[in-house]
């Protein structure tokens, strides 16, 4: 079995940055910190979420993000670690990146993820009704219809959720 769509993140249950202990650019420098660094990191954000407004994929942000890094802003970075260790130019490995664009609370990719999944699935699915000879597999076509009916129940929740009334909901 493969994932439906694979975001280059390596198999781990601690999804998001502090479950790891890898150096992150925007960890290090959030958006609440206040020091030089702080301009270089709000480029790498506004780059990361005019991109994402554009629809560009998870990877295709990451790798973006990568570049500009190691061109504009990795040798100028020195960067402390727990154990008080001084690193210069750390590395920001492209998984450290997709894993923050991705699962942090700052930026809310996870749902172009869904998308992409549910629309990788139903074209697997349907690729499968029918055969060769035109024979239909009623198995799958129910797969099918479900996966769909899930996918549009999803779409709507999302753009009531983003769009729309803003009205309080009961709790
Ligand atoms: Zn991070």
């Known amino acids: 079995m493969s994932a439906a769509y694979d975001t ?3 198999g781990n249950n601690f999804r998001n940055c502090s479950g790891h202990s890898e150096f992150c650019f925007f960890c290090q420098f959030g958006p609440q910190t206040t020091n030089t660094k702080t301009d270089m990191a709000s480029e790498l954000r506004d780059i990361v979420r005019s991109m ?3 629809h560009c994929e998870v990877s295709q942000i990451a790798r973006r993000v990568l570049t500009v890094y190691e061109e504009d802003v990795r040798q100028t970075i020195v960067y402390e670690t727990e154990d008080n260790d001084i690193i210069q130019a750390p590395e920001w ?10 699962h942090s609370a700052e ?9 992409s999944c549910f629309q990788s699935i139903l074209m697997n699915l349907q690729s499968g009704i029918f ?11 129910e797969q099918f219809l479900k996966t769909a ?3 549009t129940t999803y779409q709507s929740a999302m753009k009531r959720e983003n769009g ?4 309080q909901r009961n709790a």
């Not at 930026?107 to 998308?115: K, P, T, V």
């Not at 055969?131 to 076509?141: A, F, G, M, T």
């Not at 729309?164 to 009205?167: A, E, Q, V, Y």
């Open 149 to 151: 009916k899930t996918y």
């Open 164 to 167: 729309g009334s803003k009205r």
């Open 131 to 141: 055969s060769d000879d035109n024979e239909c597999d009623p198995e799958r076509l």
């Open 93 to 102: 490995s492209l998984a450290s990146i997709t894993r923050h664009i991705l």
């Open 52 to 54: 994402a407004g554009n």
């Open 8 to 10: 280059l993140v390596p």
């Open 107 to 115: 930026f809310s990719l996870f749902a172009g993820i869904l998308d």
